[in-house]
């Protein structure tokens, strides 16, 4: 950790960086909060409450091992690396771009893989959509998404830009949490964007399960989960919380798939509850059926 320590203080120029665009839009999550209060546009004070205590629990785990197993993770990975790519401005570039193609592909199996689910379903339970939405993230998610960035490690990437290019790609997205912005023309066809993101927050049918890119939505063109926002969106999942006690908007898909894996009546079953689609069920004939995300989302 040492080394690593030395490394950040090396590269402190792109994190600083990071630290100054992300006191700004800190800055602007307060602003919104206080027009939205002071012009009566926000439904309910206790789900920004909620917002606030989640993100206030996510800074003190990111000082325990919790915080720290991302980066031991990686750490532990980097002796095997492949090769060994320097840092330059080029390879600055390349590493967010794999970041963000990785993450892209970690969002979208955290949408499609139930346990992953439980821990993102999190970011996606409230019913309103503004910047503090951004900072409704899971406490446990540091346990297991280091895992998603061990091929950029093997491919020669050092942990520190592994770890700086992931940020600047969270960082991003930060802006996009928010119904005061409308569509911005082509930039919503290559890019991450309020349009874009908002529909990834619908409940809307058309909208479940699209859109995933971090900071470019090419990726989403690729492979097929584009969706441009064409009705009005209905923020949250589909059987709603009901409450802003963080605690439940932390654990209740946990809660759900305990009680889904003691009534399971064979291994085979406990697996699919764990890592089949959402909203997964046996059927009583035995056979089995995949019910979609209307069960789960």
Do not use: C
């Not at 802006?175 to 005061?180: D, G, L, N, R, V």
């Amino acid at each position: 950790m040492e080394d690593f320590e030395l490394r950040i203080l090396e590269h402190g120029e792109i994190f600083f960086f990071i630290g100054i665009v992300s006191i700004f839009f800190f800055s602007l999550i307060i602003l919104e909060t206080l027009y939205d209060f002071i012009t009566r546009r926000r439904k309910s004070l206790w789900e920004t409450l909620a917002n606030a205590i989640i993100e206030t629990g996510n800074r003190l785990l990111d000082r325990t091992f919790v915080g720290a197993v991302f980066i031991i993770g990686l750490l532990i990975v980097e002796p095997f690396a492949f090769f060994d790519i320097p840092f330059t401005l080029w390879s600055w570039g390349l590493a967010i771009l794999a970041a963000d193609f990785t993450y892209y592909w970690m969002h979208r199996i955290e949408h499609e893989r139930r346990v992953l689910w439980a821990v993102h379903t999190v970011h996606h339970s409230s019913e309103e959509y503004n910047l503090t939405t951004s900072l409704r993230l899971s406490w446990v998610e540091s346990l297991f998404e280091w895992m998603f960035f061990v091929p950029m490690v093997l491919l020669g990437f050092d942990v520190v830009q592994v770890l700086g290019a992931l940020l600047i790609v969270i960082v991003y997205q930060t802006w996009i949490h928010t119904e005061k912005i409308g569509k911005l023309g082509w930039l919503d066809y290559i890019f991450n964007t309020p349009s874009v993101h908002r529909v990834h927050h619908g409940m809307n049918p058309d909208y479940i399960d699209k859109n995933y890119g971090g900071i470019l939505i090419i990726w989403d063109h690729l492979f097929g989960t584009y969706k441009a926002e064409t009705e009005k969106v209905r923020y949250g999942i589909t059987i709603q919380l009901g409450t802003s006690n963080p605690l439940t908007i932390m654990f209740h898909e946990f809660w759900a798939i305990a009680k889904d894996i003691l009534k399971a009546k064979s291994l085979s079953e406990v697996f699919r509850f764990l890592l089949g689609r959402p909203g997964w069920r046996p059927t009583e004939d035995g056979e089995t059926v995949d019910e979609g995300r209307e069960l789960s989302k």
